[in-house]
């Protein structure tokens, strides 16, 4: 009789050293017997909690992290993957089941199971997979109940075996939360309510004063490749689209908040170094949470020497360096979304396709609730991809994220690289989430690519739902991927990314329009444009960077128009001499921003709440796109245009008065509002109105215990600057990890995250890094070739995995069954 998968852990499990976890200063390696291993594998964990795993395999790797993983971080890892397969009914109740019921329609697990069949076929990619879920179950099978981590016992339920499955469906989740959307609804509405022309100049593709990606042209594609430039019409009715917003908003979050998807990445050479070596920082912006979305380790076996953060639950490292290539990443923003409005059958068994009806699919998922009978889930899908649960059931939705994918196999070259063109070979293999990779290399070459899949579609922009019977607005294909944007050491000897738009104008595809507003691309373009010998501490400089652009480039005209109202009127004319003579920073101690922000705040309200009213434009709590600065209002970079080049844009006039507004009546009203609110809130001393009072860190644990919140620390920065660091509130997201690789000695290279390595509030290393990361400090990611040559000072735990006489081949849970 074949053993069960826990039994041959339980078998193989035998630990010599039981206290192997805690913080002993033992100069001797504690050791443990596992199975699952080839050779001995050494993990030395630095004073920062950091592993450092040095095997003779890569396979023996990848367990070791698994395990390692699993010590630190077991139950984050056991949440995300049931948010990502849809399962947390099982531990929550009927409060998850919404969530669950969305992810089991758009096909998370579905596509994680199809995907862990494809990888087969990548052989090294799969070993690992298997042997990193070997590590994360012979962990668990060591530990006993009572062992495990608090979160298990106080929700009372017990980790299940962790599978390949697992691991890549944290992936898809994740590459949903960074590039599935629900905008298209919105833009519905809008058009529907205000007209094409309207929204066209309100939401635009081309944006004021863009700074692309890419500097320079890219490659040229072949003629006729090039997407329909008129838009189409909306199919479906407003109230529809508002409804099917309404009920999916809440259920559209997988793994933390939509909204505050950002990030920075930036690359120079040697010519703008002061060591003539390149330099890469990296910080991307997510939601925060604890424990940390990242997790820092070191791996070295066989031919993998990598460094930088993983995602725990996936193998290898998704931003870092090795010992030839770095690389940092942000999140491209493209529009991979698209909604089919179907024509079904009245039976509601077809749905049109090109004038035949065809049967729809129907799949059962049966989810399971805790203290209920399971729930029994129909979900309908059609050549464009399932029918979203909605009053109609007729909108399907296609995203570029369910195609068939070696995404796996993207980041395994990306670690193993050793040239550009093992990282160009990577970046056209990614499929979903969609990103910005930066690039250097020992080679002292540098370069950017916009690595992912991106729809072409025969007809429109597909920023609206549209008719799916005809098929006239089906996707042709997809970007050849040579073609994504990309650039290779460039004249200008930098390039940059911040969520803007990637490539010039004149790039012959439509690749989407919801990019952040490029104030901190401006701002990074100044600083490396304008800077020679750069050194790592300048770069660390531009990454806590404080400077608001936005801020530069329109207060001096909102002040100019409202100096002759309140000239002779306290404390307004106190207000502006204090806004007109601030240096555009944004940090704790003064009150500048905290004014600008109420008052770019009540600016905006006022511009456009009013016609969104009277055209009946429901206002959504959340924000479109993929960022809380743009809320549910046009682009700030429209307002920008409009106070700089037409004070008189009939958008400042407000349609419920009998009067005719200009700038200068809105900003005067709007600054009035503003002082108003603060005086309320913080008294009439303006001194004390500094942004450190509003601006303030909160970090929610992510199994939402308010017991287990961190941080109330006054914040500089902004979302408007480099540090994206907030908008005079709780700041609940910015850089969830910092890194600075300095090519000149790798050993130089230094990153940060706001938290902690380990998962256990009772752990040291829980959220000892936070005050840190606050103050804009910096950790040594110590880059040791062996462990005879870490620094002894530096380690504050030793443990050596060691096999078994006779060391059985790895086998994934499913096959032990």
């Not at 050494?42 to 003779?56: M, R, S």
């Not at 947390?88 to 069949?117: K, P, Q, Y």
């Not at 639950?313 to 698209?338: E, K």
């Not at 595809?509 to 691309?521: N, Q, S, T, V």
């Amino acid at each position: 009789m074949r053993k069960t998968f826990w039994s041959l852990c339980f078998a193989l499990a035998v630990v010599c050293f039981p206290s192997f976890c805690s913080h002993a200063e033992e100069s001797q390696p504690l050791e443990t017997v596992v199975g699952g291993i080839k050779d001995e594998v050494e993990i030395l964990v630095d004073k920062n909690g950091f592993p450092h795993i040095y095997a003779q395999n890569e396979t023996d790797a990848m367990f070791a992290l698994g395990y390692v993983h699993a010590r630190d971080r077991l139950w984050q890892m056991d949440f995300n993957r049931r948010a990502a397969m849809g399962r947390l009914s099982e531990i929550l109740g009927r409060e998850a089941l919404d969530h669950d019921t969305f992810v089991r329609t758009i096909g998370l697990n579905r596509l994680a199971a199809a995907s862990a069949e494809r990888v087969k076929s990548h052989p090294r990619v799969y070993q690992n997979l298997v042997a990193y879920s070997w590590g994360v179950n012979t962990y668990l099978a060591w530990k006993l109940p009572e062992e495990i981590s608090f979160e298990f016992r106080r929700m009372d339920y017990q980790p299940e075996p962790w599978s390949i499955v697992d691991s890549l469906a944290i992936g898809k989740a994740m590459a949903w939360e960074l590039s599935g959307s629900l905008d298209d609804l919105y833009m519905s509405v809008l058009v529907e309510r205000l007209g094409w022309k309207t929204v066209e100049e309100l939401f635009p593709v081309d944006r004021h004063n863009e700074v692309p990606i890419i500097p320079q042209e890219p490659t040229e594609a072949s003629p006729g490749d090039t997407q329909d430039e008129q838009p189409t019409p909306p199919a479906g009715s407003a109230d529809a689209f508002l409804q099917i917003l309404n009920v999916a908003s809440h259920q559209f979050r997988i793994m933390g908040e939509h909204g505050r998807i950002g990030s920075n990445n930036w690359v120079i050479d040697g010519t703008k170094s002061a060591t003539g070596r390149p330099l890469l920082a990296s910080d991307p912006h997510l939601t925060f949470h604890l424990p940390c979305v990242w997790y820092v380790v070191h791996i070295t076996g066989g031919n993998l020497d990598v460094t930088g953060v993983s995602l725990p639950g996936i193998p290898l490292v998704m931003i870092g360096h090795n010992r030839h290539v770095a690389w940092g990443v942000t999140n491209t923003q493209a529009d991979v979304t698209d909604f089919f409005v179907e024509t079904l059958s009245e039976e509601q068994s077809h749905y049109l396709r090109m004038g035949e009806w065809k049967p729809l699919e129907i799949l059962t998922e049966t989810i399971y609730v805790r203290g209920e009978k399971p729930f029994e889930l129909e979900i309908a899908t059609t050549a464009h991809g399932p029918l979203l649960a909605t009053a109609t059931g007729n909108m399907a939705l296609r995203w570029a994220g369910a195609e068939p994918d070696d995404d796996a196999l993207a980041f395994y070259l990306l670690n193993h690289a050793i040239d550009y063109d093992d990282f160009a070979l990577a970046m056209q293999t990614l499929n979903s989430p969609a990103q910005n990779f930066c690039y250097a290399d020992t080679n002292g070459m540098i370069a950017l690519w916009v690595a992912g899949l991106f729809p072409i579609r025969k007809s429109g922009f597909g920023r609206i739902p549209v008719d799916g019977s005809s098929g006239e607005f089906d996707w042709s294909g997809f970007v050849p991927k040579i073609e994504t944007p990309h650039s290779v050491n460039p004249s200008q000897h930098y390039l940059a990314s911040a969520n803007q738009r990637p490539a010039p104008k004149s790039y012959p595809y439509y690749l989407g329009y919801e990019w952040d507003p490029g104030y901190r691309a401006r701002r990074i373009n100044r600083l490396l444009a304008s800077n020679d010998a750069i050194t790592t501490e300048m770069m660390q400089s531009y990454q806590a960077d404080t400077y608001d652009t936005a801020a530069e480039s329109m207060l001096p005209k909102l002040i100019a128009v409202c100096r002759y109202e309140f000239q002779d009127l306290k404390p307004y004319a106190q207000v502006l001499d204090m806004l007109s003579d601030w240096d555009f920073r944004t940090t704790v101690d003064n009150p500048a921003p905290t004014i600008w922000w109420k008052w770019l705040d009540k600016l905006r309200d006022a511009t456009w709440r009013d016609e969104w009213q009277a055209a009946g434009i429901y206002q959504l709590e959340e924000s479109w796109g993929h960022t809380d600065l743009n809320k549910w209002q046009p682009p700030l970079e429209v307002l920008e245009q409009m106070i700089a080049e037409n004070p008189t844009s009939p958008w400042f006039d407000d349609v419920s008065t009998e009067e005719k507004e200009t700038l200068a009546d809105i900003a005067c009203k709007s600054l009035r509002d503003a002082v108003r609110e603060l005086t309320a809130r913080f008294g009439g001393d303006i001194s004390e109105w500094r942004w450190g009072r509003t601006n303030r860190l909160r970090i929610d644990h992510l199994s939402g215990d308010p017991l287990l919140v961190r941080g109330g620390h006054p914040l500089s920065g902004s979302d408007l600057t480099l540090t994206a660091r907030g908008t005079g509130g709780e700041v609940t997201g910015g850089p969830t990890w910092r890194m600075i690789v300095d090519f000149n000695d790798l050993q130089n290279s230094i990153g940060v995250f706001p938290g902690g390595q380990s998962g256990d509030p009772e752990n040291p290393h829980y959220a000892d890094l936070l005050d840190e990361w606050v103050e804009d400090l910096y950790m040594p990611l110590l880059f040791v070739p062996s462990p005879a040559q870490f620094p002894p000072e530096q380690i504050e735990t030793r443990l050596k995995l060691v096999p078994p006489p006779d060391p059985l081949e790895l086998i994934t849970p499913e096959e032990a069954e």
